[in-house]
């Protein structure tokens, strides 16, 4: 029995959260998405500590959607992280972010992120990058084999 594919996304702004959902909505992404709003509690879903210890199952999430302007734990060292842990080394993990620092996005695939994006402004514009990220990473995409 195959697994429904989590998106985890992992953003502070109500505003974006409310933007990525509708843009999730209209592209017709009928994937579960949990939503964390900072870097802690990000760590905490993926590693199932704290509030999320109880739950079910050890599936990882098919992306990971990462602001890299959070609350308590930045992004950036959320990422390096997630490819610290054996478990989620080769998660993908897209960064989804209105940084325009060259050094966020310099930082961001040294510490091993499979993608940047810049979040668009325009809604229409924000629609296809959800579609873009529907077609690769939700139905193209193939993840290594589970180890351990």
Known sequence: METEKIILLVED???????????FDQSHIKN?????NDGAEALEYLFR???YVELEGDELPQVVLLDLKLPKI???EVLKRIRADERTRFLPVVILTSSKEESDLIDGYRLGANSYIRKPVDFS?????ALQLKMYWLVLNEQPPKTG
């Not at 514009?125 to 990058?129: E, H, M, P, R, T």
């Open 49 to 51: 500590q704290g509030e």
């Open 32 to 36: 579960k998405v949990v939503v964390v």
């Open 125 to 129: 514009q924000f629609l296809g990058a």
């Open 13 to 23: 702004n109500p505003d974006d959260i409310e933007l990525t959902l509708r843009a």
């Open 74 to 76: 930045q992004g950036l």
